[in-house]
């Protein structure tokens, strides 16, 4: 299993109204989804980040800031949309310290 990530969507203040939980693939890729996100309320861009949760090695266990944006985590960037989906994507997250 890889790393653990996880996908937070929040208004103000702080206040989380969607919320996933996925794990790393090959390449470090992952897929997360909120099925009833209201988009004429929210903003995926503006409203959620995805973070990293546990490592898939007990080797690499210290997390990093890399492409986050703070400590809300990374944002989602438009990658378009694709049979009736609307996909996003984030800059790689990673751990430090692996050996």
């Not at 990530?5 to 470090?28: I, M, Q, R």
């Not at 944002?75 to 989906?85: I, Q, S, V």
Request: glycine share 12%; aromatic share 18%; proline share 5%.
């Amino acid at each position: 299993m890889g790393a653990e990530v996880k996908l937070v969507c929040t208004e103000y203040p702080y206040k989380v109204f969607a919320f996933d939980k996925s794990y790393t693939g090959a390449g470090g890729h992952f897929r997360l989804s909120v099925p009833d996100f209201n988009l004429n309320k929210y903003s995926p861009q503006s409203n959620c980040r995805v973070l990293l949760g546990f490592s898939g090695s007990r080797f690499c266990r210290q997390k990093t800031w890399m492409n986050y944006d703070g400590p809300e985590g990374a944002k989602l960037n438009f990658e378009g949309r694709y049979g009736g989906k609307i996909l996003y994507s984030v800059k790689p997250l990673a751990f430090s310290n692996c050996y």
